[in-house]
C-alpha cells in the first residue's frame, strides 16, 4: 500500500480523458483517430442504422439508445437521485429510425453525454462509492457498445 494514494483530481482527470477518448476523439490512450462513438456515428447513415447484423441482433441505432438510456440513468445516480426499478428492456426496443429520428437520436445522446460530464466534474468529494463505480461503469459500458458498434459496421455498413 502507498503512502502516497492518487488525489482524486487525478482520477477525475484521467477519467474525464478516457471519456473524451470513448466519445469525442480516439487517439489517446485505446483507440484510433476517428473512431471515437460520436465519430463513429457520424459516418452511419439512418438505413445502415437501423439494420441488424442478424434477426437475433440489434441495430447500431438500438446500441445507440441503449448506450443514451444508460447514460441516463448513470447520471441520474450520480446526482443522488433515487433511479428505482429500471426498464432495461425497454431501452433496446427502439431498432428502425427515419433519417430524422437518428439525427434526434445522436442528439439527445451528445446531450446525455453532456450531462455525465457535468456529473462527473461536478463531484466535489466522490463520498460514495457508487459514484466511483457509476464513473467507472459507464467508461467500460460505452466503451463495450462502441465496440460492438464498429463491429455491426463492418457487416451491415457493406
Known amino acids: 500500500m502507498t503512502a502516497n494514494p ?46 441488424a447484423v442478424s434477426p437475433s441482433r440489434s441495430s447500431i441505432a438500438a446500441h445507440a439508445d441503449h448506450i443514451r438510456f444508460y447514460l441516463d440513468v448513470a447520471q441520474r445516480s450520480m446526482r443522488g437521485e433515487a433511479v428505482g426499478e429500471i426498464d432495461w428492456k425497454s431501452s433496446w426496443r427502439l431498432q428502425k429510425v427515419t433519417p430524422g429520428e437518428w439525427e434526434e437520436l445522436k442528439g439527445h ?43 455491426a459496421l463492418g457487416t451491415v455498413g457493406k
Do not use: M
Request: without cysteine; aromatic residues 6%.
Open 109 to 151: 445522446l451528445r446531450q446525455t453525454y453532456k450531462g455525465v460530464l457535468a456529473a462527473v466534474k461536478g463531484q466535489d468529494a466522490w463520498d460514495r462509492p457508487q459514484d466511483v463505480t457509476d464513473s467507472l461503469a459507464i467508461l467500460a459500458h460505452s466503451a463495450y457498445h462502441l465496440g460492438a458498434i464498429r463491429q
Open 6 to 51: 492518487v488525489p482524486i483530481e487525478q482520477i477525475r482527470a484521467s477519467l474525464l480523458t478516457l471519456l473524451d477518448e470513448t466519445f469525442e476523439k480516439g487517439s489517446v490512450a485505446y483507440l484510433d483517430r476517428g473512431t471515437s462513438l460520436f465519430e463513429t456515428l457520424e459516418g452511419v447513415n439512418a438505413e445502415t442504422a437501423s439494420r
